[in-house]
Every structure is written in C-alpha cells, then in structure tokens.
C-alpha cells in the first residue's frame, strides 16, 4: 500500500495504473475509519482494480461552532486497518493541497433545492462544502467509480444529482449502512457518546423502523407519523432536529402514489449529532 500527499505523486501513481488498463475506485473519508468505511473499501474492489482512499478533514464543511478541531484524528491507526482491507493508495492531502488559493478564495460547488433542508437546514454550507471537496478529489483522482455509504442519504443524493448535473464521468455506488448488534449505525462521531447515551442511542433507528413500519402496513398520514416518531424520540431524551418521510429518488415530499420512501432522522444526543433513514419499500 503506497501513502502520498501531494497531487503530483498521487498523479504519478494513477498514471501508470491507467496506462495498465486498470479501472480505479475512490473511497472518500475523514478518517477515523470503523467498519462502515472498510465496507466501503470491499466494495470499491468489487468495482474496479485498484482502490484509492483518501483521508481529509475538510474544513469548508464544517459550520461554526462545530467539531472540526476535536474531530478525532486517528492516521496510523487508519493505514493499519487500509493496508489489512488491501487498499492500492491512501491519499492524506493537507488544505493547501485541496484548497490551493486558499480557502476564502476556493471555487465552490452548490447543488441547489436538494441542499435547501433536512440537514442543509441545522448545518448551512455543509453541502457546499461536501460537493465542493468531493468534485476536487474527482478532479485529482479522475476515479472510475466512487464509493458512498447510505447512512449519509442526503449527501450521496446530492452528490448524485451533482454528477449527473455535471456529466462527470464517475459511477456512483452507494454501500448499506453498517450497523452495531443494536441497531445503531456505525459513525465516527459514536464515540462522543457517554455510556447512558450509547444505550439509548439505538432507539433513533428503532423509531425509524416503526415508521417504516407504519407505511407498509398502509399508513400514509405521513405528518402524524413524523410528529409521533418526534414525540418518542423526545421521550427518550433525543433533542431531535427531524424525523422527516421522502421520496428515495429526489427527497421530495411524498403522495400517497409515492413508491420507495426514505424515512429520515437527525438527533442530538449529547454531544453526538446521529444521522440515520431507512428505505421504505411499498
């Protein structure tokens, strides 16, 4: 496994491999890898010959008052565990590298109307900063396919919408959320959890799954769910941003004609801010 952190030798690398005929998968991360992430990684050897992963604390997506300077940083033990999943490339750029005008002078990326709520609505120019990072790692690893996890719905739709807006030529593979034996999706941000949070933070997907279980059953008053999965989440001491039902597609509102629904939560519990949806199938 090779570890670079400059574009000219993350370049060198690509070209030979391309020259070879080899298709390359990339695997966008901050680091701190668990479990979800090396899923991740399996999958992008399903898709291609060579893996690339990069590793980046992206500062634009990260509103004031957030956690970017606590944001746990973990390195060697994040090669470790790369080199063990057979990773080809770990790329660790710093911020001149991503940003090379500097920040305040970067060109962005917006994708409109998708990023307008939901978690666009508690975190303002998050997406931005995701779609802007995401198209500059495009830009440098020139990848074949990319690599996102369902857990961050919102993100791998817009991320989604931006390629085809685009025509970037990248094919998006979108990997399940890996979850704990309770339920509670694997996030790097768990471990801001204290030992009574942890127990109860598995009720917030266990509150999704009664919705989804709702709607399959033929429930379509989709406010009344919301309200109910909120009022539960708060009994068991969430401070809950939204609990909202969608179209899977495009995250617009759904009718009762609507087909496949995502069911999406965002809650506060302690310091940890937990994300999590599911699919609804009707």
Same mark, same amino acid.
């Not at 479990?35 to 992008?44: D, F, I, Q, R, Y």
């Not at 406010?223 to 068991?236: F, M, P, Q, R, V």
């Given at each position: 496994?090779?570890?670079?952190?400059?574009?000219?030798?993350?370049?060198?690398?690509?070209?030979?491999?391309? =020259?070879?005929? #080899?298709?390359?998968?990339?695997?966008?991360?901050?680091?701190?890898?668990? #479990?979800?992430?090396?899923?991740?990684?399996?999958?992008?050897?399903?898709?291609?010959?060579?893996?690339?992963?990069?590793?980046?604390?992206?500062?634009?997506?990260?509103?004031?008052?957030?956690?970017?300077?606590?944001?746990?940083?973990?390195?060697?033990?994040?090669?470790?565990?790369?080199?063990?999943?057979?990773?080809?490339?770990?790329?660790?750029?710093?911020?001149?590298?991503?940003?090379?005008?500097?920040?305040?002078?970067?060109?962005?990326?917006?994708?409109?109307?998708?990023?307008?709520?939901?978690?666009?609505?508690?975190?303002?120019?998050?997406?931005?900063?995701?779609?802007?990072?995401?198209?500059?790692?495009?830009?440098?690893? %020139?990848?074949?396919?990319?690599?996102?996890?369902?857990?961050?719905? =919102?993100?791998?739709?817009?991320?989604?919408?931006?390629?085809?807006?685009?025509?970037?030529?990248?094919?998006?593979?979108?990997?399940?959320?890996?979850?704990?034996?309770?339920?509670?999706?694997?996030?790097?941000?768990? %471990?801001?959890?204290?030992?009574?949070?942890?127990?109860?933070?598995?009720?917030?997907?266990?509150?999704?799954?009664?919705?989804?279980?709702?709607?399959?059953?033929?429930?379509?008053?989709?406010?009344?769910?919301?309200?109910?999965?909120?009022?539960?989440?708060?009994?068991?001491?969430?401070?809950?941003?939204?609990?909202?039902?969608?179209?899977?597609?495009?995250?617009?509102?759904?009718?009762?004609?609507?087909?496949?629904?995502?069911?999406?939560?965002?809650?506060?519990?302690?310091?940890?801010?937990?994300?999590?949806?599911?699919?609804?199938?009707?």
């Amino acid at each position: 496994m090779e570890i670079v952190s400059t574009a000219e030798a993350l370049r060198e690398h690509l070209s030979d491999w391309r =020259q070879d005929g #080899e298709h390359i998968a990339l695997v966008p991360t901050m680091g701190n890898l668990h #479990e979800g992430h090396l899923s991740l990684v399996k999958a992008a050897r399903e898709h291609a010959e060579r893996v690339v992963v990069s590793i980046f604390v992206n500062p634009t997506q990260f509103a004031e008052g957030e956690d970017l300077e606590e944001y746990p940083r973990t390195l060697e033990r994040d090669q470790r565990q790369l080199n063990r999943a057979n990773t080809d490339l770990v790329f660790v750029p710093d911020v001149d590298t991503m940003y090379p005008f500097g920040i305040d002078n970067a060109t962005s990326v917006t994708v409109p109307t998708l990023t307008d709520d939901l978690c666009g609505t508690f975190r303002p120019g998050h997406f931005d900063g995701v779609t802007t990072i995401v198209t500059r790692l495009f830009g440098l690893v %020139q990848p074949d396919v990319a690599v996102f996890g369902q857990k961050d719905y =919102q993100q791998q739709v817009v991320i989604r919408r931006m390629v085809a807006d685009l025509s970037l030529p990248v094919e998006i593979v979108i990997v399940p959320t890996v979850r704990e034996d309770d339920g509670l999706a694997r996030s790097s941000r768990n %471990q801001y959890l204290s030992e009574d949070e942890r127990a109860s933070a598995p009720v917030l997907y266990a509150v999704l799954e009664e919705v989804g279980k709702e709607i399959r059953d033929g429930r379509r008053d989709f406010a009344a769910l919301e309200s109910t999965a909120l009022a539960k989440l708060a009994e068991a001491g969430f401070e809950t941003e939204y609990v909202n039902i969608r179209n899977a597609s495009d995250l617009s509102e759904p009718d009762r004609e609507s087909g496949e629904l995502v069911v999406l939560g965002s809650a506060w519990l302690g310091k940890a801010r937990l994300i999590d949806n599911l699919i609804v199938e009707i």
